[in-house]
């Protein structure tokens, strides 16, 4: 995929919007989502990642002032939560960056890591191979001063960038992040969000558990273009929103992307919308990795938050879908 090369997307209302008060757990409870992952960057993209590296953003509010730190869970590939390709030898590097350039360069909202994504000022990193000491364990970086990050008014406050990137090796390396106040336990900063342009997670196993991303509709879209990577054909994927009852998506099968395009009407707009993954009752699908994303109709990405803006969409069966005039 060639990376955004758009000038940045203003995110109307989002400043004027509550932010909820326990948003900083990456990925959040309302997505249903056991882990991110990442995977070395020897490994085969049939394995169900893409590029081998995520970026997540974490928004910090203005009126911020205690020291902020940034919580990998089990940052290491080896032991009870990995995907083993053989023996673990895979590297992952976790980067930590924030002020001027760090959100707001095109490179670093893009699905690539390509050009200047690692634009802003490198404030930690760290490489982690396999080492029990981190495994199922958080690494804390950190303290960070409150205003490190980008000041960017239209995603809410202050933004710090994270990149995990696969090194070497070819496992599969799953984790978590948490933003916090403190260096030793997750508590929250009151106010904070973390959102990301492309979403690279593992599936449950468990065909009854129902997972979601959130991607934002700002008040100019007109339709949106979903794209999924690696599926696996594990049951359906849906779209619910204020206007939709659950209208499926193209869904991709082994290590393809695959595209579909939904009108966006009215009702929708300045809302987020929940995109469901509903895995197959038939067959067990197990270690499932999908990677997603999804564009307005100028190309330019929308912003998954972990906790959806304005609330999860409820489907309101008194709106009548219409294109907007």
Known sequence: M???????????????????AAAQPVPAAEENIP??????????????????????FFVVPKT??????????????SGTNDEAKGPFDTVTSFSVYGGKGCISEPDARGTE??????????????DFASDAKYDQQWYTFGPFDPHAGELMPEYGGYVLKVIAQGK?????NLY???????????EAIEGGNAFTFEYSFRMHDDPKEVSHIYPYVDGRVVSVKQSNFDWDGDGLIRVVSVAKRGDLVTASGDDTWVHSEHPIVKEELNTSLDIRFIKRQDVAVKSNNVVF????????????FTVPIGGIPQYKPSIIARKQP
């Open 2 to 20: 060639e990376p955004l090369r758009s000038t940045l997307v203003p995110i109307t209302l989002l400043s004027l919007l509550p932010l909820p």
């Open 35 to 56: 882990y991110l992952v990442t995977f070395g960057g020897n490994s085969a993209r049939s394995w169900g990642d893409d590029d081998f590296c995520q970026t997540f």
């Open 64 to 77: 911020t002032q205690v020291a902020l730190y940034i919580r990998v869970f089990d940052p290491e590939a």
């Open 113 to 126: 890591p390509t050009g200047k994504y690692r634009s802003g000022n490198l404030l930690a990193t760290r």
């Open 168 to 172: 070497s090796g070819d496992d599969g």
């Open 176 to 186: 978590r992040y948490f933003l916090s106040s403190k260096p030793d336990r997750n």
């Open 293 to 304: 994303h999804v564009r307005n109709q100028y190309g330019e990405l929308l912003p998954f």
